[in-house]
């Protein structure tokens, strides 16, 4: 059975950090792009980050850009989403997906046809 399970949420104050992972069973990661998209409430899911299945293309949302840091350990099967100077807009479930995909490729879209079921991040005070 394919799976992904995400863990690292939490509640945290603005200015903090947290680091989100991304568990792939049943199947390999390789030749797989990885995203990280998030849903808040009474909102659209966004695309926040993406990697590309060699782990040498990235890309990021304007709003993250510059605080969160997406990588991977294909021989640990996991994805990472380092999230640093956490802001409350940054609330919202928190989803990772894959898709086979050549190297250098990386949407932002929701094009994915892997997900997980996702991990809570709440930024308040």
């Known amino acids: 059975q394919l799976q992904l399970v995400e863990s690292g949420g939490g509640l945290v104050q603005p200015g903090e950090s947290l680091r989100l992972s991304c568990a792939a069973s049943g199947f390999t990661l390789d030749y797989r792009a990885i995203g990280w998209f998030r849903r808040a409430p009474g909102k659209e899911r966004e695309g926040v980050s993406c990697i590309d299945s060699s782990g040498t293309v990235t890309n990021y949302a304007d709003s993250v850009q510059g605080r969160f840091t997406i990588s991977r350990d294909n021989a640990k099967n996991m994805v990472y989403l380092q999230m640093d100077r956490l802001k409350p807009e940054d609330t919202a479930v928190y989803y990772c997906?894959?898709?086979?995909?050549?190297?250098?490729?990386?949407?932002?879209?929701?094009?994915?046809?892997?997900w997980g079921q996702g991990t809570q991040v709440t930024v308040s005070s």
């Open positions: 997906a894959a898709i086979r995909l050549f190297p250098a490729m990386c949407p932002l879209t929701p094009d994915y046809d892997s």
